[in-house]
């Protein structure tokens, strides 16, 4: 358990191998490639040039038409995957068919297309429903009969609650050669034709207007109201027919999704090592690439760069790279899944300590605190269990199941420890026999009962978890060479500690003298004239207050099981108040479901901030770059090993 030592690695080969090189470098995974840079002869000559960094764009085109395509077949599903379903297995080769590759690709164009032609569809049907709707109102009228040699005839609309006699009274004022018939009305509106001579039609339009008319017109309609909805229906059933195929056609097209997601995959695989190809540099005939190999895998990328006609070199990174050095946690099972706390808050510098061991007994052991249930443990190892089981989740997704399974087994020790189930039990027992002398599961502590024990108890493993740390910071500075400031820092307070304990049990209070003997000349050392004085007062006043408060923090281990116990108590009495076990285990079961999931998001912050905050703050130097080698990443397969 530790941060993987790392080589610098300086390769230069012949351009005819490229592809094939960074090929079998993504297969080995285990190599990460620095950014390009020129490079120049003694002479200022630059001789490598850094590529024009656009060997990706048409992948990433590909990436995104699979993506488009993908993303429409959700909707065309028959049978959709479960939520924890496994990712298919599939071999390297597999992965890399180019047959396979290329049908799917062709498989996506169609998908798209078709979808792309149901939203045409979509749209002039949406566009002949209005124009249907538009002729309508009309229905008796021929529609391209508008006007005669002497006569204008207007059609067109007023609002709904326009007084017709007022309006017909209105027009003839305005011109004597006129008819108004109203033709039909709707909540909004009132639908009108009007004749009028044509040396009339100015005045009367103007009158219609003043009263809110609407003129309408049927530009190239020929044929009556009802023959043009006749023949409006006819083109919406045909696009409804056409719509259907295409359907039809998507809804055959959704069997192919593995296939498409199998190329996405491809195609991700094809995009990093187009990116990897762009950090390169080139000169007429060779490449030249910088990067970095885990010390443990030198073996493995000697051995395949044996294979091709090219030189390397690989070296230890000086101090002053050290900022740029990626890191790479080695952990084991135990404390792998802690690497999601760990890159949540930052990696760790290259020359730092690795957190993950450090960290995993205190954070695993302060979940199960929090939580304290068995029924609650159990439920966690259970699901973390079959999830892991049955979907295989890698990454994130991984190491959380895995966290969850070692927070659950704490959990539910913890849980036996503090009577089991909480009072689940007696108030079941309770409900089928009132006479039972059956009260609580034995316990060691129990929340309600020994609060005061389980504060103390709490800020006492918070006093260890940061002795710890500082002990961690005492050794760090020692192998260091920064001794005066482990002896002043560390050092002096583990006495000005052991000389309190001492005094609180009547053995001396000569080590507290000591202690404070200690921060006198530790606080002043670096100080001069009266800044010695300024630096004791503001030495102490910092770290007395700062372990005050650090240890103080810790009492959230007893007030999240404190009201974890309480809700589900409250949940279970009311359960209970009826007396039916029907109805008690229907408001148990979803009380302590409701509480079960508040638990497992708040312990799982506290617990984080405890971490972070209280126990990193005393060694931990963050700040790492994380080792990111071209690999095989996938999304929706699994590449067997």
């Known amino acids: 358990m530790a941060i993987l030592k790392m080589k610098k690695l300086r390769i230069c080969g012949v351009s005819e191998e490229q592809t094939q090189l960074i090929r079998q470098r993504q297969l080995l995974g285990s190599v990460e490639i620095g950014a390009p840079c020129a490079l120049t002869d003694t002479q200022g000559v630059q001789v490598f040039c850094a590529g024009d960094g656009k060997s990706a764009d048409a992948l990433l085109r590909t990436s995104a038409r699979l993506t488009s395509a993908l993303e429409t077949l959700k909707h065309y599903e028959t049978k959709k995957g479960g939520l924890f379903a496994a990712r298919p297995e599939k071999t390297i080769g597999e992965l890399f068919s180019d047959e396979a590759y290329a049908a799917a690709l062709d498989t996506a164009q169609a998908v798209l297309d078709a979808q792309d032609a149901r939203s045409r569809l979509a749209a002039e049907k949406s566009r002949l429903t209005a124009v249907r709707e538009s002729f309508v109102p009309w229905l008796p009228l021929p ?41 039909s009305a709707d909540q909004q509106s009132l639908y009108l034709l009007v004749f009028v001579h044509k040396c009339a039609a100015e005045a009367v339009g ?203 087994i704490s959990t539910f020790l913890m849980g036996a420890l503090t009577g089991g189930f909480g009072d689940f039990l007696p108030q079941l027992v309770g409900i089928i026999d009132p006479d039972t002398t059956f009260k609580a599961l034995p316990s060691l502590f129990t929340p309600l009962d020994d609060t005061i024990t389980i504060l103390i108890g709490a800020m006492a493993l918070g006093f260890v978890q940061i002795v710890t740390g500082m002990a961690i910071s005492f050794v760090e500075k020692i192998k260091k060479g920064q001794i005066m400031d482990a002896i002043w820092e560390e050092l002096t307070w583990w006495v000005v500690f052991a000389g309190i304990a001492c005094m609180a049990l009547g053995v001396t209070n000569i080590v ?43 009492s959230r281990l007893m007030t999240l099981m404190l009201a974890g116990s309480v809700i589900a108590s409250v949940f279970n009495t009311l359960g209970a108040i009826p007396g039916n076990v029907v109805f008690f285990l229907l408001v148990s079961v979803a009380g302590n479901g409701l509480n079960f999931a508040l638990n497992l998001l708040s312990c799982y912050v506290h617990d984080l901030r405890l971490q972070c905050l209280e126990y990193f703050g005393k060694f931990y130097q963050d700040g790492g770059k994380p080792f990111e080698p071209l690999a095989i990443n996938t999304k929706y397969v699994d590449i067997q090993s």
């Open 206 to 408: 103007a009158a219609l207007r003043e009263a809110g008319f609407a003129l309408t017109t049927f530009d190239g309609v020929q044929g009556t109201a009802a023959e043009n909805i006749r023949r409006t229906d006819e083109a919406i059933a045909a696009c409804e027919q056409q719509d259907a195929e295409k359907l039809a056609e998507l809804t055959a097209l959704a069997a192919q999704k593995p296939a498409l997601q199998l190329a996405f995959d491809r195609c991700t695989q094809e995009i990093s090592k187009a990116q990897a190809a762009d950090r390169l540099v080139h000169s007429e005939k060779t490449f030249c690439l910088g990067g970095w190999v885990p010390c443990e895998d030198v073996g493995k990328l000697e051995a395949l760069l044996s294979g091709f006609c090219c030189a390397w070199e690989l070296t230890d990174p000086a101090p002053e790279e050290y900022p740029d050095v990626p890191v790479k946690l080695k952990n084991n099972k135990l404390t792998w899944p802690l690497n999601m706390v760990t890159e949540m808050y930052s990696l760790p510098a290259y020359d730092g300590v690795d957190p993950n061991p450090l960290m995993a007994p205190f954070f695993i052991l302060f979940y199960g605190i929090m939580m304290a249930d068995m029924g609650y443990g159990l439920l966690m190892i259970l699901a973390s269990i079959i999830i892991t089981k049955k979907s295989r989740p890698k990454g994130t997704s991984g190491q959380m199941f895995g966290l969850m399974f070692s927070c659950g």
């Open 143 to 183: 529609l391209e009969t508008l006007g005669t040699q002497h006569t204008r005839i207007l059609l067109g609309t007023v609002p709904a609650q326009t007084d017709l006699e007022a309006l017909r009274a209105k027009v003839f004022e305005a011109a004597d050669e006129v008819q108004l018939e109203q033709i």
């Open 512 to 554: 507290l003298y000591v202690g404070l003997a200690m921060v006198v000349v530790g606080s002043g050392w670096s100080a001069k004239g009266f800044g010695k004085v300024t630096a004791i007062f503001g030495s102490v006043y910092n770290h007395v207050t700062g372990y005050f408060g650090d240890i103080l923090s810790y």
